[in-house]
T-cell receptor, first 113, second 111 residues
Framework: NAGVTQTPKFRILKIGQSMTLQCTQD?????MYWYRQDPGMGLKLIYY???????DKGEVPNGYNVSRSTTEDFPLRLELAAPSQTSVYFC????????????FGPGTRLTVL | QQQVKQSPQSLIVQKGGISIINCAYE??????FPWYQQFPGKGPALLIA?????SEKKEGRFTISFNKSAKQFSLHIMDSQPGDSATYFC??????????FGAGTRLFVKA
């Protein structure tokens, strides 16, 4: 199992550009999450999904959108990138029942200039 | 009420010493308290977790102490090693669903 994979690893955007951060998991997990990590601020939940076709907002959803058309994929869309979206983005997944452990991807470091 | 407050922000410990990181929460509905370890350039990974029906959980050199009445929990790393140098996050959730993370503690273990 590859676990949770994220692409790209690094990206530099100009203000106003758009991009999609990709996240895929091969563990057949129902729950998937997107977090952003800013220095000294821990992880903040952006969006989450409890299964294909079902998504909901987390703590900091403004400026982002998500979709979940399959169990495996949970892309995060940034529209009109702003410098405040400069951060490291982590995708995570969790199985529906049993362990509450979240499994994290390696992250995408995004810089908006 | 949804916050998890973590301290200290950074910690330097001598090899072989004990590292202690503390967290406090307000929401009494939290029922799962994990600690995640993160190395530079990597995603966080679960280290150890506890539920509020026990006061302590030990896995190897890592121990969680949980004080339900004080709404506090802590991570103790015994015999700290340079390989333990990482950022540690405490967290809390209800039903393991939406997890609230502390701000993190950067631990450096001096050889």
């Amino acid at each position: 199992n590859a676990g949770v994979t994220q692409t790209p690893k690094f990206r530099i955007l100009k203000i106003g550009q758009s991009m999609t951060l990709q996240c895929t998991q091969d563990m057949n997990h129902n729950y998937m999450y997107w977090y952003r990590q800013d220095p000294g601020m821990g992880l903040k939940l952006i969006y989450y999904s409890v299964g294909a076709g079902i998504t909901d907002k987390g703590e900091v959803p403004n400026g982002y959108n998500v979709s979940r058309s399959t169990t495996e994929d949970f892309p995060l869309r940034l529209e009109l990138a702003a410098p405040s979206q400069t951060s490291v983005y982590f995708c995570a997944s969790r199985e529906l029942a049993g362990s509450d452990t979240q499994y994290f991807g390696p992250g995408t470091r995004l810089t908006v200039l | 009420q949804q916050q998890v407050k973590q301290s200290p922000q950074s910690l330097i410990v001598q090899k072989g010493g004990i590292s202690i990181i503390n967290c406090a929460y307000e929401n009494t509905a939290f029922d799962y308290f994990p600690w995640y370890q993160q190395f530079p350039g990597k995603g966080p990974a679960l280290l150890i977790a506890i539920r509020p029906d026990v006061s302590e959980k030990k896995e190897g050199r890592f121990t969680i102490s949980f004080n339900k009445s004080a709404k506090q929990f802590s991570l103790h790393i015994m015999d700290s090693q340079p390989g333990d140098s990482a950022t540690y996050f405490c967290a809390a959730s209800t039903g393991g669903f939406k997890t609230i993370f502390g701000a993190g503690t950067r631990l450096f273990v001096k050889a």
